[in-house]
């Protein structure tokens, strides 16, 4: 994804002496050549006389590539070349320089984000679930619905494909902080229809020991109540693309087509078919990782342990009692 109006770009510059103009002159020379600027204010020095500031105007908005790389360049190749031996401490700053620093902290810790939130649903899962590949299918699923979405964004407003249809002016680029945004809202809604679909099936399962009937049985009970919710969701966040700012039209796109994908071709026909091919497989667990995990019943007490208590409260007689 590419990192959105023309907005100039703060120098911000620590001048050691009152003597350093031609410094600065020869500095603001030096940035008004570079290709992509279009204008460089003259230096105001400060009461002080130690610190300057000029303002830099490039030819494009705060978030297009070509002043993402305006930024780079000034910051690792002009301005070092410009004030090398003359004392001067030079920072670039303003709308233009915040995306490019916000787009590139963003996109540095994504992938941590990332890994973090599905190792830990991935754990939690295991747990509930008492299976390696129930968890491992949830995870990979959530990642394809997720990942559609980002497709579609990408598709309508960085590519423009049928971008006029929602009101979109013309193409751009992903607001920076769209992406983690939108993984955390859509992997948590996501995980919410995993849970509700897998928990029934897995009960049938205790039940039958049968996979295949677990599975129809699951999805014949499940499927009304997820398939009216996401219709309610993605109803709601439909209506976002409604609004004229850009921003609330990409998150609202976002997750309406995410639920979209997620409720009917993922949960309703990936996950069941997947489970229905695997078989008795899906509940497969080491013994050994077994005996590390704790029991965690999703609805408290699980039915073995609640007839084995019965049992004993009958023999003592304190059934009356309790």
């Known amino acids: 994804m590419m990192i959105s109006c023309r907005a100039p770009a703060a120098v911000a510059v620590e001048v050691p002496d009152q003597h350093a103009a031609t410094a600065l002159r020869a500095l603001r020379d030096a940035i008004a050549r570079v290709p992509g600027v279009v204008e460089v204010t003259p230096a105001r020095l400060g009461p002080s006389g130690t610190a300057a500031v000029m303002q830099v105007f490039p030819a494009t908005g705060p978030q297009d590539q070509q ?115 939108m993984f955390a809202v859509i992997f948590g809604l996501s995980m919410d229809y995993e849970i509700f679909l897998l928990s029934r099936i897995k009960e049938e399962f205790d039940k039958t020991g049968n996979n295949a009937e677990a599975v129809a049985d699951g999805l014949a009970h499940t499927a009304r109540v997820i398939t009216a919710a996401a219709a309610i969701m993605v109803c709601v966040f439909g209506s976002f693309v409604l609004g004229g700012e850009r921003v609330i039209k990409e998150f609202g796109l976002g997750l309406a087509v995410a639920i979209l994908i997620d409720a009917t071709l993922v949960r309703m026909i990936l996950v069941p078919a997947t489970m229905e091919l695997l078989g008795n497989a899906n509940w497969w667990l080491p013994q050994r990782l077994a005996r590390l995990l704790p029991n965690v019943h999703i609805e408290g007490t699980a039915d073995g342990e609640l007839d084995e208590e019965l049992s004993l409260l009958l023999e003592h007689g304190d059934v009356a009692k309790r």
């Open 67 to 181: 002043t993402v790389a305006l930024i780079h360049n000034l910051r690792a190749h002009v301005i070092p070349a410009a004030t090398a031996g003359t004392g001067l401490v030079v920072h670039v700053g303003g709308s233009a320089a915040t995306f490019v620093d916000l787009s590139n902290f963003l996109g540095a810790h994504l992938p941590i984000f990332m890994v973090v939130v599905l190792g830990l649903s991935f754990l939690l899962l295991l747990m509930v679930f008492r299976s390696l590949v129930v968890p491992l299918k949830a995870v990979i699923m959530n990642v394809l619905s997720i990942g559609a979405a980002y497709g579609v964004l990408v598709a309508v407003f960085q590519w423009g494909w049928g971008a006029g249809i929602i009101g979109v002016g013309k193409k751009g680029p992903i607001e920076s902080f769209i992406p983690m945004m």
